[in-house]
């Protein structure tokens, strides 16, 4: 699912992208203090901070590490990096995906950038 995520935000897909995320009132995004509820919120939050090819550079994670929390959820940590021209942002996720009936899910994301 990570892999297919970093294809969608490298075609800049950010709908496609979103489709890790379970679509509920419940799912939350928290970075730099603050956080999201709602897939359609997160949906919005990430439209209008990456709203250009530009500004959502090319995508790559690594240092992935997946924590089974039991047959129906799985902690994941991992780290994130953006290329853009002029910057290279850099920090670290850690994601709870709950196994839904649409299949695995991202329901809790806490995304930190790097100084």
Do not use: C
Not at 28 to 40: I, K, Q, T
């Amino acid at each position: 699912m990570l892999e297919t995520q970093v294809k969608q935000w490298n075609e800049g897909n950010i709908p496609a992208f979103m489709e890790a995320y379970a679509r509920s009132d419940t799912t939350r995004f928290a970075s730099a203090g603050e956080f999201v509820l709602g897939w359609d919120t997160v949906l919005a939050r990430y439209k209008a901070r990456y709203a250009t090819p530009e500004a959502m550079g090319h995508l790559s994670f690594s240092d992935i590490d997946i924590t089974p929390l039991g047959n129906d959820a799985a902690l994941v940590f991992g780290r994130w990096q953006l290329d853009r021209v002029g910057d290279q942002p850099t920090g670290l996720f850690t994601l709870l995906f709950r196994k839904t009936p649409e299949g695995w899910r991202i329901v809790h994301d806490h995304t930190s950038a790097a100084p």
